[in-house]
């Protein structure tokens, strides 16, 4: 049970690294086209938001490889999430 306990700790901390990486990218966007340097924006972002998901990868898992799946996972649940939460009308249909 220890183990269990232990991954889902894991799946949650992969989960808040996702949700920074990608609603840090939702917030770039927003800020880097109204901005007047938006290459610093993006760059800049890129770097912070790239920086502390690796970082929090590497600590999360403490080098076993089924923690840095677990993580992995939940960085990918993440995504799904700010793609939906932040999805305005319309934009998901092609229909003519």
């Known amino acids: 049970m220890n183990d269990l306990a232990s991954l889902l700790l894991v799946l ?4 808040l690294i996702g949700l920074f990486f990608f609603g840090g990218l ?18 800049g972002s890129s770097l912070l938001r790239m920086g502390i998901a690796l970082a929090g990868f590497y600590f999360v898992s403490s080098g076993d490889w089924r923690k840095l799946l ?26 003519p």
Request: proline share 2%.
């Open 70 to 95: 677990v993580c992995l996972f939940g960085f990918l649940i993440a995504r799904v999430v700010v793609t939906c939460l932040t999805r305005t009308t319309g934009e998901g249909s092609h229909a």
């Open 26 to 43: 939702w917030w770039t966007v927003q800020r880097g086209l109204t901005s007047n340097h938006p290459a610093c924006w993006f760059f």
């Open 12 to 15: 949650m901390a992969g989960i």
